[in-house]
């Protein structure tokens, strides 16, 4: 990539300058600061990739870079979620696990779930799954993950959603490196077309960069003041580092809970400039049930609240939105009758 503040033909003799010494199928952009059509024609005979006029902003340029490198017959990248509490105890894992299972149902497309908190993950009591190895095996050793080793690390929970579980014992240290985190999800977002992270309670450079890079970040909250002040930095912090990117969404969970004092959903989406994406009823016996048998709050029970709030989270995450609304109760469509009645409607 070179810039020129020169006008055409002085520009040109540069670039011919330049010519010289690049090998043969060099890809070049051009920056230049002359808004000239027939400089963009002569630019493109002598094989220049792209010519941009200043000023220019980071999504313009972001795109002529990757166009250049676009090959429209290779497989698609897969989409990073990343789920992280804003508190330790939310249920973020609880929330995350549930979302990614709803995806793989909802979509029918292929799901990893990757647990990233390798001393107390609990993906695999989740699901009711005891691998013998999993994700700290490629993150401790992330040069030999490749398709065939991934493909014997992953352990299959349904058709669609696999997992890469966290040992979830204390017999060493885990000191992750974040060149190893981006190792690790680049096979991934090779191999599958969603994966899900679930990220523990941290702040390290690892973490930060999991945050930073993932194409859809979550923060679960519950309606307290610690947990909004937590939320509000996330938010800050996040936004400020993904410029380019969506936002992160809120989902507030555990809403509700009896005798136990809470700010409300409105107080809160107001205090952290964001309007909470789903707002999860506290729901002890569902949630229990679910937890201690090593299964999906769905397939308790379906038509719990709670799990349409999940399946509404899932579409949003996966762009397949639908508009939901409240059932009538049958003492509002009569009322409804009347009044469409008293306007002269049948």
């Given at each position: ?179 190893a985190c981006d190792t690790v999800i680049d096979v991934l977002r090779k191999t599958v077309p969603t994966i899900v992270v679930d990220v523990p309670h941290l702040w390290t450079e690892w973490s930060q960069q ?8 979550v923060i679960v909250a519950l309606p307290d003041l610690a947990n909004m002040r937590n939320t509000k930095n996330l ?112």
């Open positions: 990539m070179v810039e020129s503040l020169h006008q055409r033909d002085a520009m040109l003799m540069d670039l011919d300058e330049l010519a010289s010494v690049c090998d043969s199928g060099t890809k070049v952009i051009v920056v230049g600061h002359a808004n000239d059509v027939l400089l963009y024609r002569e630019l493109l005979n002598r094989g220049v990739s792209e010519y941009l006029v200043m000023p220019l902003t980071a999504p313009q340029l972001m795109e002529s870079l990757s166009n250049l490198y676009n090959n429209p017959d290779s497989d698609p990248l897969g989409s990073v979620i990343a789920f992280v509490g804003a508190k330790g105890g939310v249920g973020a894992s609880t929330i995350c696990h549930n979302t990614a299972w709803a995806i793989s149902q909802d979509a029918q497309s292929d799901v990893v779930i990757a647990d990233m908190d390798l001393p107390f993950g609990t993906a695999g009591l989740d699901f009711n799954q005891d691998p013998v190895q999993g994700i700290a095996d490629a993150l401790l050793s992330p040069e030999r993950l490749d398709e065939v080793l991934l493909d014997r690390l992953l352990s299959r929970c349904t058709d669609h959603l696999s997992l890469f579980a966290a040992p979830g014992t204390l017999d060493r240290s885990y000191d992750l490196s974040a060149n999991v945050l930073t890079q993932a194409d859809r970040v938010i800050e912090k996040l936004t400020a580092a993904r410029p380019n990117d969506l936002p992160p969404m809120l989902v507030l969970n555990q809403v509700g809970m009896p005798k136990r004092p809470e700010i409300s959903a409105k107080e809160f989406a107001s205090a952290v400039s964001t309007e909470p994406t789903a707002v999860i009823e506290f729901d002890s016996q569902l949630f229990g049930t679910a937890t201690n048998n090593g299964q999906m709050i769905e397939e308790v029970s379906d038509k719990a609240k709670p799990v349409e709030h999940i399946r509404q989270l899932a579409r949003i995450l996966m762009d397949r939105t639908e508009v939901v609304t409240e059932p009538k109760s049958f003492l509002a469509a009569l009322l409804g009758k009347l009044s469409l009645k008293r306007l002269g409607k049948k």
